[in-house]
T-cell receptor, first 112, second 114 residues
């Protein structure tokens, strides 16, 4: 059974204080790993897709990396507007038009 | 309209009511999904439609009934719900039903069952 575990559950940082969020996964076949950002009361917003170990993607202050067992979302010099819940997800190993298995997310708060 | 839209945004219903949630995607995608998001739990996949055919029913109770009349529209019909069904219901779409690719989500419908 596919599993996705995110840590920490919550993280409070000062503005400008860099850190990393972790996503550990267990799948029979890795068909991609997705990162999303979710603001309160809204749907998840797509950030990155990673397909193979060693791959990296960047967007503004965010960088996502992937190994064979986990992915990290690095946030550099964050600003208050980066406060959100960050979700990672993997496609079901069964293939086809499958849904995503999500982790519970990391609730990130950036204090000014 | 752009992206994925959902109506209504908020819904309060009694356990004996019948209501429907609507989703429309303006992205030209070929797969659509319903997810449930409850407090303190990860998003849970409910239904998958690929090219208007249902391909996944993730052990969802029969009081939830999906309908996909075409590739742009998806409905979730609700009847005799329970209070534990209160949650954020999210619709998503993706481009290729045969390959893993990013899903784009709507804003959700916040459902409260009294």
């Amino acid at each position: 059974e596919d599993q996705v575990t995110q840590s920490p559950e919550a993280l409070r940082l000062q503005e400008g204080e860099s850190s990393s969020l972790n996503c550990s996964y267990t799948v029979s076949v890795l068909r991609g790993l997705f990162w999303y950002r979710q603001d309160p009361g809204k749907g998840p917003e797509f950030l990155f897709t990673l397909y193979s170990a060693g791959e990296e993607k960047e967007k503004e202050r965010l960088k996502a990396t992937l190994t064979k067992k986990e992915s990290f979302l690095h946030i550099t010099a964050p600003k208050p507007e980066d406060s959100a819940t960050y979700l990672c997800a993997v496609p079901y190993s069964g293939g086809g038009a499958d849904g995503l298995t999500f982790g519970k997310g990391t609730h990130l708060i950036i204090q000014p | 309209e752009t992206g994925v839209t959902q109506t209504p945004r908020h819904l309060v219903m009694g356990m004996t009511n019948k209501k429907s949630l609507k989703c429309e995607q303006h992205l030209g995608h070929n797969a659509m999904y319903w997810y449930k998001q409850s407090a303190k739990k990860p998003l849970e996949l409910m239904f998958v439609y690929s090219l208007e055919e249902r391909v996944e029913n993730n052990s969802v109770p029969s009081r939830f009934s999906p309908e996909c009349p075409n590739s742009s529209h998806l409905f979730l019909h609700l009847h005799t719900l329970q209070p534990e069904d209160s949650a954020l219901y999210l619709c998503a779409s993706s481009q290729d039903p045969l390959a893993p690719n990013e899903q784009f989500f709507g804003p959700g419908t916040r459902l409260t069952v009294l």
